[in-house]
């Protein structure tokens, strides 16, 4: 696709359950990231992606996170025992390389726990 | 610690006020320098790479520029329609670190 694109746009959950956020990168990118954006707040680091190297994880705020990126594409980003501080927008972005180019964002999964 | 701050937090002006905004980083292992913007709801939208000090980039009634320590984001005679919040970040090999952001409001 053109843009990278994220589903769903909004998400409200119930406490405890299991969420998954999805990601389909800009065609050709090899990187990919996760943040999370708090109302009001800066972009917090999750995950990163790179080729086929294995993920950055250092942002994964607890076990409850975890993400995976099947076939250098498509990512998934799952919280499990969702949490009423999980309550955020998750963005994902995708570049041609690493840190070194820029990235690109999708409009964010917005999540709400209840 | 990488660390990138941007000031200040907020900024209102009247249109055709000229300022500018400023994003102060300590990066290790810095690959380039990073400006977005962001509208309410939405996701950061990508405006200038700078990858050595002393290089400048034009956008319209944006021009960012770097320093070694610094990155300044300039708007010249801005209108309402630039009213959003601008996001420095840091790229690093394994990371890209953004500051917080200066919300930045254009008074008509």
């Known amino acids: 696709g053109a843009g990278v694109s994220q589903s769903p746009s909004n998400k409200v959950t119930e406490k405890g359950k299991d969420v998954e956020l999805r990601c389909d990168p800009i065609s050709g990118h090899t990187a990919l990231y996760w943040y999370r954006q708090s109302l009001g707040q800066g972009l917090e680091f999750l995950i990163y992606f790179q080729g086929n190297s294995a993920p950055d994880k250092s942002g994964l705020p607890s076990d409850r996170f975890s993400a995976e990126r099947t076939g250098g594409s498509v990512s998934t980003l799952t919280i499990q025992r969702t949490q009423q501080e999980d309550s955020a927008v998750y963005l994902c972005?995708?570049?041609?390389?690493?840190?070194?180019?820029?990235?690109?964002f999708g409009q964010g999964t917005r999540l709400t726990v209840v | 610690e990488d660390q990138v701050t941007q000031s200040p937090e907020a900024l209102r002006l009247q249109e055709g006020e000229s300022s500018s905004l400023n994003c102060s980083y300590t990066v290790s292992g810095l690959r380039g320098l990073f400006w977005y913007r962001q509208d309410p709801g939405k996701g950061p939208e990508f405006l200038f790479t700078?990858?050595?000090a002393g290089e400048e980039k034009e956008k319209e009634r944006l021009k960012a520029t770097l320093t070694k320590k610094e990155s300044f984001l300039h708007i010249t005679a801005p209108k309402p329609e630039d009213s959003a919040t601008y996001l420095c970040?840091?790229?690093?090999?394994?990371?890209?670190?953004f500051g917080k952001g200066t919300r930045l409001h254009i008074l008509p």
């Open positions: 700078l990858y050595s």
């Open positions: 972005a995708s570049s041609r390389g690493g840190g070194w180019t820029e990235a690109f």
């Open positions: 970040a840091g790229g690093r090999d394994d990371k890209i670190i």
